[in-house]
């Protein structure tokens, strides 16, 4: 029987949905029940991670340390992890992440830039953590350029490195292709995980495909909260692997009552496989760009759809979120070339 870890993302990519507005009540509730669950890891942080908290990415509702701390003294057998972005993050926030009490950090890169994470990552191993490398929006990189990003991160002090479906863009062809060649290029000792967004309707079977060719991390979001239409339902994910024989170490009540109970209560709005978000997934577009293109759409009286397609054709990647505005004003004042300044 296969055996894999479930890492939850509910409250850090679920923070996308609800426009990381989680109170230190919500994050306590939803951190009970998944450490019921037997989940092994508990992914918390704003939905860019630390320090994400900015007037750019969207202001959270409670301060970093305080969410943390909350999640961090709620679980008492699951890890908690933090996600970091290089760039939006620096080593000082990790270290006080540290001092909440997080025993895994997730650094997460552009797939071709795995470079800028390894101070943070060798850092992160001095320090005692858990240390994951996260290669995001990895359906634009070629699989040649992909192995050498997943290689370097290794050499860093990764001890996992993730094929991370940003814009939930794969099919499970290239999922397999992915997981299968870093999977072969890796040490034997550096686990290989998957991250999917459900906006092509892919991120169950994506994330079977990647468990039969090696992958042993997966990660799931109660009731898919998380950008876009979502990560991988949990509960969903965990009901298919039992039938399969594939050992989460979770249970299927707990994360169902979690999900029906406690997480739909909370949404702003339904996870749903909308045509927006399917166009996400169609574009290639960074999965939590969904409220900030639906805002610039309703400002300029844009086809949400022209936005999404014209992002995807100009392959913008996290952290060009102010690159939105511009290509809503683009197209609402008929200009295809010409770059403008909105304020």
């Keep these: 029987m296969k055996h894999i870890r479930l890492t939850d993302v509910t409250l850090r990519d679920g923070m996308h949905a609800v426009r990381h507005q989680f109170s230190l009540k919500d994050a306590r509730e939803i951190t009970a029940a998944l450490d019921a669950s037997g989940v092994d890891i508990i992914e918390a942080t704003h939905g860019d991670g630390l320090a994400g908290s900015s007037i750019q990415y969207g202001m959270a509702k409670e301060p970093e340390e305080q969410y943390l701390r909350t999640v961090c003294e709620t679980a008492k057998n699951t890890k908690v992890a933090a996600l970091l972005l290089p760039g939006i993050g620096t080593l000082e926030e990790l270290k006080r992440a540290a001092d909440c009490g997080i025993r895994v950090v997730r650094v997460a890169t552009h797939s071709t830039e795995a470079d800028i994470a390894e101070e943070h990552i060798s850092e992160a191993r001095k320090m005692g953590l858990e240390t994951v490398g996260f290669l995001m929006m990895s359906h634009m990189t070629a699989l040649d350029i992909l192995v050498q990003e997943a290689q370097k991160m290794e050499s860093y002090g990764a001890q996992c490195v993730y094929v991370v479906d940003s814009a939930g863009a794969m099919l499970m062809d290239e999922v397999r292709q992915k997981i299968a060649a870093l999977r072969h290029s890796l040490s034997k000792d550096t686990e290989v995980g998957f991250h999917g967004h459900n906006n092509l309707g892919c991120s169950i079977p994506n994330s079977l495909g990647a468990i039969e060719e090696g992958a042993v991390r997966i990660d799931v979001s109660l009731a898919g ?9 949990s509960e969903a994910f965990v009901a298919v692997c039992t039938k399969l024989g594939v050992e989460t170490g979770t249970n299927l009540y707990a994360v169902l ?12 709005q339904p996870i749903l496989m909308d045509s927006n978000s399917i166009m996400l997934g169609y574009a290639g577009v960074y999965s939590s760009f969904l409220l900030h293109a639906a805002r610039a759409s309703e400002q300029f009286d844009i086809d949400i759809r022209d936005i999404l397609v014209e992002l995807g054709n100009m392959r913008i990647v996290g952290g060009q979120e102010d690159v939105i505005l511009d290509v809503a004003y683009r197209l609402a004042h008929g200009h295809n070339q010409e770059s403008h300044v909105v304020v």
Excluded: Q, S
């Excluded at 909260?225 to 339902?233: E, M, Q, V, Y």
């Design 257 to 268: 009552d979690a999900a029906e109970d406690i997480v739909r209560p909370k949404m702003h």
């Design 225 to 233: 909260l998380g950008a876009g239409a979502g990560n991988t339902p």
